[in-house]
């Protein structure tokens, strides 16, 4: 069986897309903080058939909040994939959303943050907004300090790749500009978690402006990481083979 959306593709300033894989624990109080700040959101979870239940909480979600969807994929297809097809879910939609975000459904970013990433990509009119743990004001907390060294690295090997100034080129959570995702859909093919630099980097070859915003990000508090070791690799072979094309 293939990939299922329930829902009506509503129109809205902001499209949020939300990849989950076992979030029955979070994402449910996530669509309701979401929903609180008031603003014009049409909330695609991009769900891949997880086992705890987490499409059935999502289903429930729609019947107080027409702007919920669910978009049902048949197996665990990696992050990338997710992203992008939420992209071509919202740019193939009647009128599409000015404004494309996207974050993890685990609370490690904080839904609060988000006016704050919309009010930087209106002011700047720039292709995209990493909400950053690395500038100046941006922290991290609870992180056992090996994930810090990693992650410290992949940004170093990331920014070496992409020759760019930026402090976090890996950070997942994001708005984007709907006129840039038009431009460079066809050349996003990222399975991975390298969607992250894949997208600036697309940025970067078409002149397109980065910003950042200070960021707290927390460890998750409930359900397990899915990051894992094929996934590092994949994104490590995608900045090495960047750095080769340069």
């Known amino acids: 069986m293939g990939y299922q959306i329930v829902g009506n ?40 058939s997880s086992p705890d239940g987490t499409a059935d909480i999502v ?23 997710a992203i ?20 993890d459904a685990d609370y490690s970013h904080d839904p609060k943050d988000i006016p704050k990433l919309l009010t930087t990509i209106k002011d700047c009119e720039c292709a995209i907004v990493v909400a950053s743990t690395y500038s100046k004001g941006g922290q991290i907390a ?10 410290k690295l992949a940004n170093i090997i990331a920014r070496t790749a992409l020759g760019l100034k930026l402090k976090d080129c890996t950070a997942g959570f994001r708005c ?11 050349n996003l093919h990222s399975h991975t978690y390298e969607i992250q630099i894949e997208t600036i980097r697309q940025a970067k070859i078409r002149n397109f402006e980065v910003k950042e915003v200070p ?13 894992t070791w094929t996934e590092m690799k994949s994104f490590l072979s995608y900045t090495i083979k960047t750095v080769l094309k340069r």
């Open 9 to 48: 593709s509503l129109y809205s300033e902001v499209g949020v897309i939300l990849p989950t894989y076992g979030e029955a624990e979070n994402i449910g109080n996530l669509i309701e903080d979401i929903e609180k700040l008031k603003i014009d959101t049409s909330i695609l979870v991009i769900d891949d």
């Open 59 to 81: 289903l429930e979600k729609q019947k107080k909040y027409p702007n919920v969807m669910l978009y049902s994929r048949p197996m665990k297809a990696g992050l990338g994939t």
């Open 84 to 103: 992008t097809d939420g992209f071509k879910f919202f740019l193939a939609a009647e009128k599409s959303p000015k404004y494309v975000l996207t974050m």
């Open 142 to 151: 609870y992180w056992p300090m090996t994930r810090k060294i990693v992650s």
């Open 176 to 186: 984007y500009s709907t006129a840039f995702l038009k431009e460079t859909i066809v």
């Open 215 to 227: 960021v707290l990000f927390v460890n998750r508090k409930q359900g397990k990481s899915k990051l």
